[in-house]
């Protein structure tokens, strides 16, 4: 079946402009996470959804994220203003409430000039 | 703070002989256990779960779980060069609640 997709693939933008970051998720997968890899570091986790509750919004790293996932299925990650900093790799990952296992899209490289 | 640690490498081993990739964690409720594979330029891929005590085996992978002593290792046999990754490991530390907290990941290398 159909894995997570993610568009863009890539984005370059430039500084103090927003970008949005697009994920479709495994369907029927209640569960969808957000997170960021900068380059050859580990995983840092920003937001999550789990069916009609409140999202995690524990890991946003200031208030210029926001994300949104409309009628339990496709999210978008939101980023204004960005900054050079924000450059980095945005993974996307659904999953289930069966073994709590994560599947990844393969990513949008967001680069910020 | 509910940490994931594993030691970054890089681990070398040669073809054909046994590679051990190790992870700790400090909550003692966690449940669930999660070994990906992550190649340079690509996104995580999940390899095996685990979530009882004892080995879980899926062809050359076997996933280790000692609950008592909060580790969990990944072994694969007649290792070759396509397992050349960063393997993370991921634990599911709030029950009830399926974010997971990910190690920094080890980078193998399998030298031919």
């Known amino acids: 079946g159909a894995g997570v997709s993610q568009s863009p693939s890539n984005k370059v933008t430039e500084k103090g402009k927003d970008v949005e970051l697009r994920c479709d998720p495994i369907s029927g997968h209640t569960a969808l996470y957000w997170y960021r890899q900068s380059l050859g570091q580990g995983l840092e986790f920003l937001i999550y959804f789990q069916g009609n509750s409140a999202p995690d919004k524990s890991g946003l790293p200031s208030d210029r994220f926001s994300a949104e996932r409309t009628g339990g299925s496709v999210s978008t990650l939101t980023i204004q203003r960005t900054q050079q900093e924000d450059s980095a790799v945005y993974l996307c990952?659904?999953?289930?409430?069966?073994?709590?296992?994560?599947?990844f899209g393969p990513g949008t490289r967001l680069t910020v000039t | 703070q509910k940490e994931v640690e594993q030691n970054s490498g890089p681990l070398s081993v040669p073809e054909g002989a046994i590679a051990s990739l190790n992870c700790t964690y400090s909550d003692r409720g966690s449940q669930s256990f999660f070994w990906y594979r992550q190649y340079s330029g690509k996104s995580p891929e999940l390899i095996m779960f685990i979530y009882s005590n004892g080995d879980k085996e899926d062809g050359r992978f076997t996933a280790q779980l000692n609950k008592a002593s909060q580790y969990v290792s990944l072994l694969i046999r007649d290792s070759q060069p396509s397992d050349s990754a960063t393997y993370l490991c991921a634990v599911n530390t709030d029950f009830g609640n399926e974010k997971l907290t990910f190690g920094t990941g080890t980078r193998l290398t399998i030298i031919p």
């Open positions: 990952a659904s999953g289930n409430r069966i073994v709590y296992e994560q599947y």
